[in-house]
């Protein structure tokens, strides 16, 4: 078995610590695990990408090749469209339906495409996915931060690899201890959005 | 008997250099080699430093060495740069305790200034032995061994780790070691090695001791070739047809990845050492008729291989690097899937990747200050200064930087470590009529700018130098430095004085408030009025750092856009640009993102019709 998994986001939306519990819960099973991450400009606002790639058998570079993801969550809307070219052709998405604006956008340079664009073009090109609104749960829950907690409660629930119940007990192992509690519901209302 | 352990790349160095006995390392932040020193810091009874430059953090690893413990300086490819002039003597000299070089690259350029390949510097320029690990655990593995083979051969070892290397995260055995076992430092005099000097050598005819120890080197290096044909870093894989693939360093890890996706086997050499191995890779070219050499980033290996075929007379298509594929960016396996499939067009790819339509266009995203970072009231008023002075302002590197991007485009040059000092210098004396400013970070200009500075205080200069002084390196996620008042441990450590050091050096020394908007403008204005050079130093903590700490950087309120005042002017977004003030173009207003902002308020003064409060 293999499982390619692509974290892509803006830098401060915790995707670092999403990569550590599926990572952990794959070294648990025994299973061979290799990651990387791009953090250049992560705690300034840049984009941020984790790869983690999951396998019996050996694994080599530390890169998801383009088209051989498994599954890509997208933790910011227009991060997870920049990194849609990852994911395989029977692979899936969890995209967090929430934009970050760029600088360039609000100087009115780019334009930010609209949700409703959004929807449509990532429908027209992936088959398989959920769209959820994990941002704005984390913020009903009481903290933003928590959108990575949430959006593997959504994995645990719709990923047979992953466990519900084993993946959140390695959330409550890691997590730091004044976000326990936060952290358990955000993962709960994660199951709940799907 | 040791463990298992899921980290980082960089970890597993600094794990390397631990087991093998290191008991000085010193380097100077800079992605990605950052956390290898900071690993040091888990570990006891190790000198790990946070050195002000490279080239300081070699001096102090050689000196570690030339005493006959194991050492270690550490740095990325920008400060291999620095550290140049010293390897270029230690490479003569040899060492004595064991001394390990890392120059970490980071092709792409993904968080650096230019893109290059040490490899160049540390091999074919100062001709020392590099070690390019194809993966995280060998990395670890190269370390251990260097060290060895730096005391068998006398030689300062090189690890050319890339920034796929360094960022990945793999299982990596951590093995226990014997601390007694470790050599004491003890001094021993080699007068005829260590004294670098332009003296006769009698017992060599009386050549001068440079080209001595120069031809020294160039026998060494022959032994280098020698010692690795047997090395376990270089290997031939068993493969069909008469197209070899050899992979360096990464390289050799995108081979292996995409030699999954072909539907041909390909003989591989692994050469992950440099010199190369001379008899294997002949052997390997034996029955070839091309091979593709893939390496991060320069036809290196590629030209090695290039000459040794020209050496021996070998009619060989020996393609990489130069051309064959991309000779710039980083390697991926689909370069390799292409490369390969460029010079054997039969060869079928399974699995051929299909991208995927998206009709829609994707906005670019640039990094910022942070929301709540001091900088961005200080760039917006060096702003202020300079389009009202019509001031030229020469840029440095770290987090200040991104005022040279959109939206506020202060900055007219970034180069490298400190140059912007220096080089606001020259535009004066080039009889540039506008005034020059420089924009420096601490760290930075307790790297290299301070030479800058004093060279323009003692040329009679005219300059606003503003030091962005936030207490810490940030942009590599907050080293400490020599005006931190901090160590690499966390603790309390001799500050730089910066009004003494003004006085010294003859610039006249202004502090300012960066949250404090108006005395800091009217500070600029005081200073680009004076004669000579003035030192503006503008303190305030990195708040990302602070905030995370607890530390309370001002009186939180709350801040919200009439949208009645607002007219759209975009002043707001345009000359302060805090990623909370969203414009909303269908509107022509602007809105704060409550989810976004700290509450600092500074905002509220950039709004001439006080639409912000």
């Given at each position: 078995?293999?499982?390619?998994?692509?974290?892509?986001?803006?830098?401060?939306?915790?995707?670092?610590?999403?990569?550590?519990?599926?990572?952990?819960?794959?070294?648990?099973?025994?299973?061979?695990?290799?990651?990387?991450?791009?953090?250049?400009?992560?705690?300034?606002?840049?984009?941020?990408?984790?790869?983690?790639?999951?396998?019996?058998?050996?694994?080599?570079?530390?890169?998801?090749?383009?088209?051989?993801?498994?599954?890509?969550?997208?933790?910011?809307?227009?991060?997870?469209?920049?990194?849609?070219?990852?994911?395989?052709?029977?692979?899936?998405?969890?995209?967090?339906l929430y934009s970050l604006p760029t600088v360039y956008t609000n100087l009115g340079i780019d334009r930010y495409p609209s949700e409703d664009e959004i929807v449509a073009a990532v429908k027209e090109a992936c088959e398989k996915g959920y769209i959820i609104p994990a941002t704005v749960k984390a913020a009903e829950l009481g903290n933003t931060q928590m959108t990575n907690v949430v959006m593997l409660g959504v994995l645990g629930k719709v990923d047979d690899f992953f466990e519900y119940s084993e993946v959140k007990k390695i959330v409550e192992k890691i997590s730091p201890k004044k976000f326990l509690k936060e952290n358990l519901m955000a993962y709960e209302a994660g199951r709940e959005l799907v | 008997m040791g463990e298992k352990k899921y980290v980082m790349g960089n970890f597993a160095i600094t794990r390397g250099a631990v087991e093998s006995g290191v008991q000085v390392a010193a380097g100077y932040p800079g992605t990605p080699s950052t956390e290898i020193l900071e690993g040091f810091a888990e570990y006891q009874g190790i000198h790990a430093e946070w050195s002000c430059n490279e080239k300081v953090a070699l001096e102090v690893a050689l000196g570690a060495s030339l005493s006959n413990v194991r050492s270690m300086a550490v740095m990325k490819h920008n400060g291999t740069n620095v550290a140049t002039d010293l390897l270029m003597h230690l490479n003569f000299t040899g060492i004595s305790g064991g001394l390990v070089v890392i120059s970490a690259d980071d092709p792409a350029g993904h968080s650096s200034q230019n893109e290059e390949d040490s490899r160049i510097l540390v091999h074919t320029y100062a001709n020392l032995p590099v070690f390019d690990p194809s993966n995280a655990i060998e990395a670890k593995s190269m370390v251990k061994d260097a060290y060895e083979l730096s005391e068998k051969t006398e030689m300062c070892f090189i690890l050319r780790p890339v920034m796929r290397v360094c960022h990945s995260r793999a299982v990596i055995p951590f093995e226990d070691y014997d601390e007694a076992s470790f050599p004491k430092a003890q001094w021993r005099d080699d007068r005829d090695r260590y004294i670098m000097s332009g003296v006769e050598v009698p017992e060599l005819g009386g050549i001068k001791r440079p080209q001595a120890r120069h031809r020294w080197l160039n026998n060494k290096y022959k032994e280098l070739q020698e010692l690795f044909e047997g090395s376990p870093y270089n290997h031939v894989e068993d493969g069909e047809g008469n197209i070899g693939l050899v992979g360096c360093g990464i390289g050799y890890t995108y081979i292996k990845e995409a030699a999954g996706m072909l539907g041909k086997k390909y003989p591989i050499l692994k050469l992950c050492t440099l010199p190369i191995p001379k008899k294997k890779v002949l052997g390997f070219l034996q029955d070839k008729e091309?091979?593709?050499?893939?390496?991060?980033?320069?036809?290196?290996?590629?030209?090695?291989?290039?000459?040794?075929?020209?050496?021996?007379?070998i009619p060989m298509e020996v393609?990489?690097?130069?051309?064959?594929?991309?000779?710039?960016?980083?390697?991926?396996?689909?370069?390799?899937?292409?490369?390969?499939?460029?010079?054997?067009?039969?060869?079928?790819?399974?699995?051929?990747?299909q991208a995927r339509k998206i009709d829609i266009e994707i906005p670019v995203r640039t990094r910022t200050q942070c929301v709540g970072c001091s900088y961005r009231g200080l760039l917006y008023n060096v702003k202020r200064i300079a389009r009202r002075y019509k001031g030229i302002v020469f840029g440095d590197i770290g987090c200040h930087d991104a005022g040279s991007f959109k939206p506020l485009e202060l900055q007219s040059t970034i180069y490298c470590m400190g140059a912007s000092v220096g080089m606001a210098t020259g535009a004066f004396f080039a009889g540039e009529k506008r005034p020059v400013f420089s924009i420096i970070g601490d760290s930075t200009f307790f790297h290299l700018g301070l030479n800058g500075l004093i060279n323009a205080s003692y040329q009679n200069g005219k300059q606003v130098v503003?030091?962005?002084?936030?207490?810490?390196?940030?942009?590599?996620?907050?080293?400490?430095?020599?005006?931190?008042?901090?160590?690499?441990?966390?603790?309390?450590?001799?500050?730089?004085?910066?009004?003494?050091?003004?006085?010294?050096?003859?610039?006249?020394?202004?502090?300012?408030?960066?949250?404090?908007?108006?005395?800091?403008?009217?500070?600029?204005?005081?200073?680009?009025?004076?004669?000579?050079?003035?030192?503006?130093?503008?303190?305030?903590?990195?708040?990302?750092?602070?905030?995370?700490?607890?530390?309370?950087?001002?009186?939180?309120?709350?801040?919200h856009v009439d949208q009645e005042r607002c007219n759209g002017c975009m002043v707001c977004i345009n000359d302060f640009g805090c990623p909370a003030l969203i414009y909303e173009a269908d509107k022509k207003k602007v809105h704060i993102d409550e989810l976004t902002c700290v509450h600092c308020g500074m905002c509220a003064v950039v709004c001439k019709r006080g639409a912000i409060s």
């Open positions: 078995m293999k499982k390619d998994i692509l974290i892509a986001g803006v830098g401060g939306q915790g995707s670092l610590f999403a990569t550590n519990v599926l990572c952990q819960y794959a070294l648990e099973r025994g299973l061979n695990v290799l990651g990387t991450e791009t953090i250049g400009a992560a705690q300034r606002g840049g984009s941020v990408v984790s790869h983690m790639r999951i396998s019996d058998q050996p694994i080599y570079s530390p890169l998801v090749p383009p088209g051989r993801g498994d599954v890509l969550l997208g933790m910011e809307s227009i991060e997870f469209l920049r990194n849609i070219k990852i994911l395989a052709r029977n692979g899936y998405y969890i995209l967090n | 091309k091979v593709i050499v893939f390496e991060e980033l320069e036809p290196v290996v590629e030209n090695l291989i290039k000459q040794l075929c020209q050496e021996n007379r393609l990489g690097r130069s051309g064959f594929y991309p000779p710039d960016g980083e390697l991926t396996a689909q370069m390799v899937l292409d490369a390969v499939k460029k010079a054997d067009p039969q060869v079928k790819v399974i699995e051929e990747f503003v030091l962005c002084d936030n207490a810490t390196t940030a942009m590599t996620g907050f080293q400490p430095h020599a005006g931190s008042g901090i160590n690499l441990y966390g603790e309390s450590a001799k500050k730089v004085d910066l009004d003494k050091f003004g006085e010294a050096i003859g610039v006249s020394v202004h502090h300012v408030d960066p949250y404090d908007n108006k005395r800091t403008y009217e500070t600029l204005k005081e200073a680009v009025q004076e004669e000579g050079v003035s030192l503006v130093v503008s303190s305030g903590a990195c708040y990302l750092k602070g905030s995370r700490e607890g530390i309370k950087f001002f009186e939180p309120r709350e801040v």
